[in-house]
């Protein structure tokens, strides 16, 4: 087959692993992993505008290389080519393997943060995101002087701990390795930022059968939805996570 695989670019090690065994054609597109700190609106709106692109191209079918993430994907449309997109609320189902290693380790580990090197390498939001980004436009970004500087203490204390102490459900920092890492400096990196955090620190294998069977068409089971030329992706508020409807 020929295919399009239009992937967030958190999956760049994986993606170039992978592709190495690939038996068909794909061109690769990678995005900003900064879409995620959009508003969802305009991330839909911009991965859309790149599967209208890919659609006028002879493709046999356009790969996401996205979980549902926050609703981002939730309304994108098929054009003249099938969409496969993989049912998981964000990357780490892709990472760990499976949706359902994914919500039993969650269970298991409340308040965890998970990291892999993807997301340390691409810890940034692009400078062309900056000003569109959610946590620009509410202020996330500022230190605690600065909301003081700008707001006044009273206002900086209840806007630090409403909106800007975005870590304090987290407890524990785990590491997926992937066993594409070049050495141990990615999972050192998680370490450390764990101990200085005085959080708890756990590393776990991450499994590439979900990326690999997507990469090489397996898309059979239950794990991918197929959306064909006319279709959209509807969120299902269940386990199967997204839908297909020719009703948006």
């Known amino acids: 087959?020929?295919?399009?695989?239009?992937?967030?670019?958190?999956?760049?090690?994986?993606?170039?692993?992978?592709?190495?065994?690939?038996?068909?054609?794909?061109?690769?597109?990678?995005?900003?992993?900064?879409?995620?700190?959009?508003?969802?609106?305009?991330m839909l709106k911009?991965?859309?505008?790149?599967v209208d692109n890919a659609s006028e191209e002879k493709y046999d079918a356009i790969i996401m290389g996205y979980g549902l993430c926050n609703n981002g994907l939730e309304g994108l449309k098929a054009r003249s080519v099938p969409v496969i997109i993989p049912r998981a609320h964000d990357c780490i189902t892709l990472f760990l393997g499976s949706r359902w290693r994914y919500k039993k380790y969650f269970n298991e580990n409340p308040g965890t943060f998970f990291k892999t090197t993807g997301w340390i390498e691409r810890d940034y939001v692009a400078e062309d995101l900056k000003d569109i980004s959610i946590p620009t436009q509410l202020g996330m970004d500022?230190?605690?002087?600065?909301?003081?500087?700008?707001?006044?203490?009273?206002?900086?204390?209840?806007?630090?701990?409403?909106?800007?102490?975005t870590e304090k459900n987290y407890s524990q920092i785990t590491f997926i390795e992937m066993g594409v890492e070049p050495d141990d400096s990615f999972e050192q990196t998680a370490r450390e930022e764990a101990v200085s955090k005085g959080w708890k620190f756990k590393k776990v294998s991450g499994r590439l059968?979900?990326?690999?069977?997507?990469?090489?068409?397996?898309?059979?089971?239950?794990?991918?939805?197929?959306?064909?030329?006319?279709?959209?992706?509807?969120?299902?508020?269940?386990?199967?996570?997204?839908?297909?409807?020719?009703?948006?």
């Not at 500022?142 to 102490?165: H, I, M, P, R, S």
């Not at 690999?212 to 991918?224: A, I, N, Y």
């Not at 030329?229 to 269940?238: A, L």
């Open 1 to 42: 087959m020929k295919l399009k695989l239009i992937s967030c670019e958190i999956f760049y090690r994986e993606m170039q692993f992978l592709l190495k065994a690939v038996p068909h054609e794909i061109d690769v597109q990678f995005l900003q992993k900064g879409l995620h700190d959009i508003p969802t609106a305009e």
């Open 46 to 50: 911009r991965l859309q505008a790149e």
């Open 142 to 165: 500022l230190t605690y002087e600065q909301l003081v500087e700008k707001y006044g203490e009273d206002n900086a204390e209840f806007l630090w701990e409403e909106l800007c102490d």
């Open 209 to 248: 059968d979900l990326l690999r069977r997507m990469l090489h068409g397996d898309w059979d089971s239950d794990d991918f939805l197929v959306i064909s030329p006319g279709s959209g992706i509807v969120t299902t508020h269940n386990d199967t996570i997204i839908r297909a409807s020719k009703d948006i």
